[in-house]
């Protein structure tokens, strides 16, 4: 993957979700921030038929959040980041820059670990 489409995902993170681990770096739990969400996002696209069901059924944002995060596993933050998807993500070519992060990121985390 390019360094732009690396970065523009970074500077999305970056915005909108803050780090919560302690006893790390604020590159290593950025890094470890990112990865959830993009695991998440990834997650929700291989499922992408349950959970438009899923937020189809739901009344309210918060529930359809809440339903999400339950169908997925995840948490509240990721969770909101499935939900904020634009559907133009969910391309194939997205996808795979998503995936391309989130490979970047692991690598980066074991070289740390």
Do not use: Y
């Not at 996002?41 to 038929?49: C, E, G, K, P, V």
């Amino acid at each position: 993957m390019s360094g732009k489409g690396s970065s523009n995902w970074t500077k999305i993170f970056q915005d909108l979700w803050p780090c919560k681990n302690r006893g790390m770096s604020e590159d290593e739990r950025h890094a470890r921030d990112e990865l959830a969400t993009l695991e998440a996002l990834l997650q929700a696209m291989d499922r992408r038929d349950e959970v438009f069901q899923v937020v189809d059924d739901s009344e309210t944002v918060d529930e359809a959040i809440l339903r999400v995060g339950q169908l997925l596993g995840i948490g509240a933050v990721s969770s909101r980041a499935v939900i904020d998807l634009q559907v133009r993500r969910f391309t194939g070519g997205q996808r795979r820059a998503m995936a391309s992060r989130a490979g970047e990121l692991r690598a980066i985390l074991l070289d740390r670990g």
